[in-house]
């Protein structure tokens, strides 16, 4: 059994890791998070000491240490996403391996630091990509591997997830804290994308707003275009009828993708291959980062290629 510590103990991902280490028979020795709503632990591991100031935290993690030769292997991170890289250093300066949730970090530079601890300290650095994993784009990444087709695929991005009025008010709707939209709901689709097909060769943002952002991003082997939205009035008429608050579709040259489902055990399915020392690191994140960066920098302007979601 390994030796687990989780900081963001009361953020919403904070379950999937907590099922997933327990799922993995390891052992929660201790938790942190400012917010002190985390009755979640009672149902996974209600003898983990938790804390919600970290000078507490650290100097139980040191106590533990120091007193009963207990050693943390790995530190789970769910934590806002401008606060990653800081709580990796803090895992891997004790000599822990870190997980964390996506986007690992916001800007491409924050990775070039995390690579210099991680070679001083001889830990690993995880991050949750967990399309990757996931049975439908598998299976889409080997048809495209196997067609090796010279044209580019024509593919269509649609996410539409509806958000209250608290979003603009926690740390999400502040773009210095998340990264704006379409950092924070829109890079784990950027990894799935440059993961089945390919480097990117061209970046453009057609919209970015606080609450939707739209574009064209070319890959290698594919001509993307994106719609991200959290505003329910974005939805297509047809699913707010149905009272549905969340739209996602993936095309690939007009054949729709289904992964609506196979999502519950994927955070399970990436703990056992971290395990196993087969984590997705610095290297395989770099490139959706590079690519939520850029959108958040560009200049806005319509092109041709435009998501046909997109109001002109």
Known sequence: MKNFALIGAAGYIAPRHLKAIKDTNNILIAALDKNDSVGILDSYFPKADFFV?????????????????????YVSICTPNYLHDSHIRMALRRGADAICEKPLVLNPWNVDALEAIEKETGNKINTILQLRLHPSIIALKNKIEKENKKEKYEVDLTYITSRGSWYDISWKGDESKSGG??????????????WVFGDVQENIVH??????????????????????????????KEVQVKGQRTYRSITVNGEEIEFSSGFTDLH???????????GFGLHEARQSIEIVHDIRNKDVFVSDNHHAFLKL
């Open 53 to 73: 100031e970290f000078e507490r935290f650290d100097r139980h993690i040191e106590k533990l240490k120091r007193q009963k030769n207990i050693q943390l292997d």
């Open 181 to 194: 939209i379409a950092t924070n709901i829109g890079v784990h689709f950027f990894d799935m994308l440059s």
């Open 207 to 236: 919209l970015r707003e606080k609450h939707k952002a739209s574009g064209y991003l070319e890959f290698e082997k594919a001509r993307v275009r994106w719609f991200l939205s959290i505003d329910e009035t974005s939805l297509p």
């Open 268 to 278: 399970t399915t990436s703990y056992q291959e971290i395990l196993k020392g087969n």
